[in-house]
């Protein structure tokens, strides 16, 4: 069990009054709250739109609002980043604040919130920790008191949750930033509360080294060194995973694939010994958010049921990205981080072999600065079939998504996945490597009435070029307009994900704590 100096265990009236035990409920109270809607504290480092790096912020942002729709009260708790506010939005201040001494440092955070939806975000903001550039540290980089500042989250939520009188049934977390919330609940009289843990990307597990623990304030009775301890480190998403009543992925083939040595990153062992509740929920992507037929970004709305906009949103792109224009070569795109995970390395090398069968490419995304390089490298040598677009434009990205025939996901791993979702959605066929999230939505065209994409294993030149040369033969026989309207109209979205996390929720409140 970590020591808790006393400087930390002091608190003024105002502290000691938010750490009030819930107390014991009497039979008219829990009559009372069987009837009244379930209640779902999440806890997340991003939420669209407010906060955004990858698809942790489209879960964090989305699936509150479908819970809301199913009859849930929701309410979000996230760091006030500067962003925030850079990005044109305001939330107002409630008049509340958390008092908390923490890491050595007395802090008095107020509590902001907007409400979407009937979602209710409330946003911790405390500038010393948050108001800086990006998310978690300026491009390629990242913060050195990440420990710090995520830690405080985890704390301040409990807090948080407590001073805007929201009593949850359910507190759900995502990845390891919010991981250490459950054992903060632990000392804050909140043992009777469930408690839900999303991985989305085990590869980042927030790693430390064991002097930082007298710094996390861990609240007496908690066995936190036990829980944080993994292979000489403290690492926050093990005690997260320790400490849940469930654990979900984003997609059931990676709840398999995690129990492995091969992507269990040093946590296998751990993850099939709570196998019983592990289990993979599909994420979604918003209709709403990722329509054709109301994209204002695009040159031309269209429908799965009249695809003939697709057509004039290509011709824009070419002529916007300096592309050839031939109506004989299809267009293929990629849209994603420019990293070994993505397989981004593998198709630097395969994209002159790529364009040599006719194919135009559309690159856009960020990374490592190796292969930044290699791809405008490309670009210059291949100019007029290869344009690549180095940083993140969503508008952009949106006319890709449309104006592309084939959307390329060579992935080494892919937790889940939302770029084939949003490609299938906007009439563009996915190629994918079968893993993870895109095993679970991309059934091979080969395999009958059911496919709707490409599939290929080997992440190699070979693999590669290989599903690329299947491509081109669908795009030459003349089937891709059979295809496109059927993969626009399949249903990816949260509504069918949120009914599951509603399953989860209420399995979990109807039976006694184990």
């Known amino acids: 069990m970590s020591k808790v100096n006393t400087e930390t265990r002091s608190e003024s009236k105002t502290e000691a009054k938010a750490k009030t ?28 739109p407010y906060a955004k790096v990858g698809g942790l912020g489209d879960v964090a942002g989305t699936l509150p609002r479908r819970l809301v729709e199913l009859g849930m009260e929701v309410a979000v708790i996230l760091p006030c980043y500067r962003d925030v506010m850079l990005h044109g939005h305001d939330p107002r201040p409630t008049g509340r604040q958390v008092v908390l001494s923490h890491a050595g440092a007395r802090r008095s955070s107020p509590v902001l919130e907007l409400t979407t939806e009937g979602v209710r975000y409330w946003f911790i903001k405390e500038d010393q920790l948050y108001d800086r550039e990006g998310v978690y540290g300026p491009p390629g980089a990242e913060y050195p008191d990440s420990a710090e500042r995520f830690s405080y989250l985890s704390r301040a ?15 759900h977390c995502h990845d390891w930033h919010a991981a250490l919330t459950f054992l903060y609940m632990g000392g804050a009289g909140m043992d009777r509360v469930r408690r839900i843990l999303t991985i989305h990307n085990l590869a980042y597990q927030g790693k430390f080294d064991h002097r930082v623990l007298n710094s996390l304030d861990m609240p007496q009775g908690v066995e936190s060194e036990a829980l944080l301890d993994h292979m000489g480190s403290l690492n926050f998403l093990k005690a997260g995973i320790e400490s849940a009543d469930i654990l979900t992925t984003v997609s059931p ?8 040595s091969d992507f269990g990153c040093g946590l296998e062992d751990i993850l099939r ?5 592990l289990t993979g ?3 979604g992507i918003d209709f709403d958010e990722w329509d054709p037929g109301r994209d204002r970004s695009l040159a031309a709305p269209f429908t799965a049921g009249n695809i003939s906009g697709r057509r004039i949103n290509r ?19 990629f849209v994603g981080r420019l990293v070994h995970q993505k397989g981004a390395d593998v198709l630097a090398a395969a994209l002159p072999r790529i364009v040599e069968k006719d194919f135009r490419f559309i690159v856009l995304g960020a990374g490592d600065p190796v292969l930044e390089g290699s791809f405008q490298a490309l670009s210059s040598s291949l100019r007029g079939r290869v344009s690549v677009n180095i940083g993140f434009d969503e508008k952009l990205a949106r006319k890709i998504y449309a104006g592309s025939d084939f959307f390329l996901m060579p992935s080494r791993f892919e937790p889940c996945g939302l770029g084939q979702m949003i490609a299938m959605r906007y009439g563009a066929v996915p190629i994918v490597r079968d893993t993870g999230g895109l095993r679970d939505t991309v059934v091979d065209l080969d395999g009958g009435r059911e496919g709707n994409g490409l599939v290929f294993n080997e992440v190699n030149e070979r693999g590669l070029i290989g599903v690329i040369q299947r491509a081109l033969q669908f795009y030459k026989n003349g089937h891709m307009d059979g295809i496109i309207p059927r993969i626009m109209a399949l ?8 009914k599951r996390y509603e399953q989860l929720y209420k399995g979990l409140t109807a039976r006694g704590k184990e």
Do not use: C, H
Request: aromatic share 4%.
């Open 273 to 277: 010994r709570r196998k019983d509740v």
């Open 253 to 260: 083939t990676y709840a398999v694939e995690i129990q492995s």
């Open 21 to 48: 035990k819930i107390k014991t409920k009497t039979k008219t109270e829990t009559e009372t709250e069987n009837s009244r809607p379930l209640r779902v504290l999440m806890v997340s480092a991003e939420a669209a």
């Open 281 to 283: 929920v599909l994420n």
């Open 157 to 171: 939520a409990v807090e948080a949750a407590k001073v805007m009188s929201f009593a949850p049934d359910i507190v």
């Open 491 to 498: 249903d990816n979205s949260w509504r069918r994900s949120a």
């Open 315 to 333: 011709d824009v792109l070419f002529d916007e990205l300096g592309l050839d224009r031939d109506p004989q070569s299809p267009v293929m795109a």
